[in-house]
């Protein structure tokens, strides 16, 4: 599920391209957060926080961050990682569910390294959400990026967070895990060794084209140009509509496509399924703390004839106190269901032999 590249070095800015792949559409909507906006960890409720920053994210289901920025040009990036494994959080440790794992990121920090800090002294659990798609449990990794170039890449494979982190990590897929696709890369030309680039959608043959050509980009001479360039780059990285392959949400089509530009604080969205780009200037919001949570309504107001087009900075909406209280009732009861897996599987387990008795 998805690609993310950066391109740290656009003739002083630095850009970053963004493929969301999935077998089906996720009703991905754009919300304007302001500072001061009060969360909880979406677990027991023992880590709380008020927005330190305000963000721009795009949503699935208008109730999980999936991928955003904030006002200070750190960025974040949650990805299909089919080998993570959360293990069985403690009650006593610092946790974060899914839902608003990016969003904790995009409230709390500046740059990568103050994220990458906090994430190795707290040694933040994830707990897994609800997957309202079909699939029980989300197995995810983040990818986060500054207005100075830095990266990092946050996997979970033993439960606790194992942390990459160098402007030299420019590029992340999806399986294998982060450490594998590294070494991976290096027999193809340009990247260490003889072989031609892969062609296939496989997320290590998607690693190696995107990091080839951002390794080989000629610099832009205009903030248009090097939004260009990441759309060509995250484009020859994206996946085909197809048949879904069974069990693979990560081997799906690409549903949308964002740029982000981390110097000059714009966001550039482009569906796939509804085609039409938009863009959004943060110098024409306001994050300031009291401001109202506003939606930009892609899912019904996006498409390629009479939709929304160019820039809609000043077309997001107030979806008022109802829906906003609805939706956070969503985000509860999907948290709510994670956390009764174990009584799930058990009830699953006892009604599968009641059957198989029966038909004997």
């Known amino acids: 599920m998805c690609t993310r590249v950066v391109w740290s070095d656009a003739n002083g ?32 409720g023992s880590l709380t926080w008020r927005a330190k920053y305000g963000s721009l994210v795009a949503t699935a289901f208008d109730l999980i961050a999936t991928d955003g920025m904030n006002e200070e040009g750190f960025a974040g990036h949650i990805l299909w990682l089919a080998e993570s494994n959360y293990g069985k ?6 946790q974060l569910s899914q839902a608003v794992w990016l969003q904790y990121y995009l409230d709390n920090f500046a740059t990568v390294a103050e994220a990458v800090a906090w994430t190795n002294d707290s040694q933040v659990e994830i707990a897994q959400l609800f997957d309202p798609t079909g699939h029980l449990v989300p197995t995810l990794h983040l990818a986060i990026n500054d207005a100075s170039g830095d990266s990092a890449i946050i996997e979970y494979v033993d439960g606790t967070p194992t942390v990459y982190h160098s402007r030299d990590y420019k590029v992340m897929t999806n399986s294998p895990t982060y450490d594998q696709q590294l070494e991976l890369v290096k027999v193809y030309e340009g990247l260490g060794g003889d072989r031609p680039l892969p062609g296939s959608t496989l997320a290590s043959d998607r ?10 980009q000629v610099q832009p001479t205009t903030q248009v140009e090097a939004i260009a360039a990441m759309f060509s780059i995250i ?11 069974p069990g693979k949400p990560d081997a799906s089509q690409t549903i949308w496509q964002v740029v982000l530009d981390l110097t000059n604080k714009r966001y550039v969205f482009e569906s796939t399924t509804r085609p039409g780009m938009v863009w959004v200037d943060f110098d024409e919001l306001s994050f300031a ?10 899912v019904s107001r996006l498409a390629l004839e009479g939709g929304l087009a160019g820039d809609v ?5 107030d979806v ?11 985000v509860e009861a999907l948290e709510f269901v994670a956390t ?10 006892a009604v599968q032999q009641l059957v198989g008795a029966k038909k004997k």
């Open 320 to 330: 008022g106190e109802l829906a906003t209280s609805a939706l956070a009732t969503g």
């Open 289 to 298: 703390e009291g401001t109202k949570t506003l939606r930009l309504d892609l």
């Open 13 to 44: 800015s630095v850009i970053v391209g963004r493929n969301m792949d999935f077998h089906m559409d996720l009703l991905s909507n754009l919300w304007k957060y302001p500072r001061g906006i009060e969360r909880t960890d979406g677990v027991h």
């Open 313 to 317: 900075s000043h077309r997001f909406t």
């Open 235 to 245: 484009r020859n990285a994206a996946q085909p509509f197809r048949t879904p392959e």
């Open 340 to 349: 009764k897996q174990d009584e799930f599987a058990e009830i699953k387990k």
């Open 89 to 94: 959080p403690e009650a006593s440790a610092t």
């Open 207 to 216: 690693f190696a084209r995107a990091l080839f050509y951002v390794e080989h």
